[in-house]
C-alpha cells in the first residue's frame, strides 16, 4: 500500500506563494507518476499538474507560469510551488501517486487534502 502525507495549505493574500508538499510511504515497486487535483466548492475536481518519474510536466492551463510541480525520486516526494496566487485558486488540493506495487499491480492512492485559501 502507499500512504500520502500532505502538507503546506494555509491563508495567503492574493499575489502571494504557497508550497505544498505530498510525501509517499509504504511499501511498493516504484511510483511512476504524481501531482495534484484541486476541488472548489460546487466545482468538480480538476487535474492541476502532474509529474513523471522522468520529471515531464504538465499543468493546467489556468496556472502554467504561476505554478511549478517538483518531485524528489530519492524522498517519493511532489511539490506543488504556488506563485502569484488568486483567489479562484481557494480549494483543497489533493495529492496522488501511481504506483506500482509488489507484483506488478497498478495502485493509485490519494492524500487527505489540504485547503488553500487565497484571500486579502
Known amino acids: 500500500q502507499v500512504h500520502l502525507e500532505e502538507s503546506g495549505g494555509g491563508l495567503v493574500q492574493p499575489g502571494g506563494s504557497l508550497r505544498l508538499s505530498c510525501a509517499a510511504s509504504?511499501?511498493?515497486?516504484?511510483?511512476?507518476?504524481m501531482g495534484w487535483f484541486r476541488q472548489a466548492p460546487g466545482n468538480q475536481r480538476e487535474l492541476v499538474a502532474r509529474i513523471t518519474s522522468g520529471g515531464s510536466a504538465n499543468y493546467v492551463d489556468s496556472v502554467k507560469g504561476r505554478f511549478t510541480i517538483s518531485r524528489d525520486n530519492a524522498k517519493n516526494t511532489v511539490y506543488l510551488r504556488m506563485s502569484s496566487l488568486k483567489p479562484e485558486d481557494t480549494a483543497v488540493y489533493y495529492c496522488?501517486?501511481?504506483?506500482?506495487?509488489?507484483?506488478?499491480?497498478?495502485?493509485?492512492?490519494w492524500g487527505q487534502g489540504t485547503q488553500v485559501t487565497v484571500s486579502s
Open positions: 509504504g511499501t511498493f515497486f516504484s511510483i511512476n507518476e
Open positions: 496522488y501517486a501511481a504506483a506500482v506495487l509488489l507484483g506488478n499491480f497498478p495502485y493509485t492512492s
